[in-house]
């Protein structure tokens, strides 16, 4: 960033001084004192392998704009458009379908497990919720809908949510393209259809238009999620650090898989007991193999599995 000139950096705004505050004693805007701004807000905090990205993301947010970086910052605290438009560039908002099927197996069968009890004791509530945390464009949430409905289920919810809106927006259109359609087990391959030259998502609901532009471009290797399935799932904008649940409801099982990575300890310590909370008793936190192996919960116990890293809950 060191085209910025020093005179942009030493434009100070008298009315604002304290958005400045954190300029007073450098000479220029450096990726250290952005990835701290991005730790503040959404409590990732950024790898140096992804330092260049930061920069271009803040690069194309301003330009995007017609501001300097300088510019850029100092709108951000009161502008939550411009704010979230930077958090969706600097997110890496991919993912895939069937990412870990030892997690996606085991979910299955817990929803299965949770379906028979049901049906013999009527204080079980029938709905089986799952909540698919940092659920980036939705890979993993459709996955787990698919995998449920394979099995002939129906009394089942569920819930995607991440910090990204473009993400979000991307999950909800359900529109993906032929590479990744490979990954999908044969035996969901029965939930997507192709997408014609006429099937163009409404260009007022998407949050992106370069989602637009690839699908018009593009469009006869894209494929869409049967509206049939699409009932059973729900997708939230949501940051797991500063903001309240999502939903009241409780929940059987919920999937966190490559997101803690991204976070200080004591960071994920405060995530996984929010999560604890939502989690319904006997219910299930699943996360990635070898992620947050540190966490000793006294209402929680380790599930023996060679391959998943869950644990379930065992007390309020």
């Known amino acids: 960033m060191d085209k910025h000139t020093q005179q942009d950096v030493n434009v100070v705004d008298k009315a604002n001084p304290d958005l400045v505050t954190v300029l007073g004693q450098v000479n220029a805007f450096d990726t250290q004192q952005w990835q701290r701004y991005i730790e503040q807000e959404i409590g990732f905090v950024l790898p140096p392998i992804q330092r260049q990205w930061l920069v271009n993301a803040i690069d194309r947010t301003a330009a995007a704009h017609g501001l300097s970086i300088l510019q850029l910052w100092r709108q951000l605290p009161s502008n939550d458009a411009l704010r979230q438009q930077l958090l969706d560039k600097v997110l890496i908002d991919e993912s895939r379908f069937f990412r870990h099927m030892p997690s996606i197996e085991f979910i299955t069968e817990c ?17 089986f919720r799952i909540w698919s945390v940092g659920c980036a464009s939705g890979q993993e949430t459709w ?11 129906v009394n089942y919810a569920v819930l995607g949510t991440d910090v990204s809106q473009k993400a979000i927006t991307k999950a909800r259109l359900a529109q993906y393209d032929k590479r990744q359609k490979t990954l999908i087990p044969s035996s969901c391959q029965q939930f997507i259809y192709p997408l014609h030259s006429e099937t163009v998502p409404d260009q007022s609901t ?3 238009s370069s989602i637009v532009e690839s699908t018009i471009n593009d469009t006869q290797e894209h494929w ?17 650090i500063g903001q309240e649940p999502p ?29 604890s909370e939502q989690c319904a008793l006997g219910g299930y936190i699943v996360l990635a193999p070898g992620e947050a192996l540190f966490w000793r919960p006294s209402n929680m116990r380790r599930i023996a599995h060679p391959k998943i890293n869950a644990w379930q809950k065992i007390s309020a």
């Open 247 to 275: 939903t009241s409801d409780l929940q059987q099982v919920i999937i966190c898989q490559n997101m803690l990575l991204y976070f200080r300890k004591f960071d994920q310590r405060d995530i996984l007991n929010k999560l």
């Open 206 to 208: 998407v949050f992106d």
């Open 111 to 127: 929803a299965l497990r949770h379906q028979r009890l049901s049906l013999i004791d009527d204080s079980i509530d029938e709905t």
């Open 224 to 240: 869409q999620i049967v509206p049939t399935l699409q009932q059973y799932v729900s997708f939230a904008l949501h940051n797991i």
């Open 143 to 153: 996955s787990l809908a698919m995998s449920l409905a394979s099995k002939q289920l």
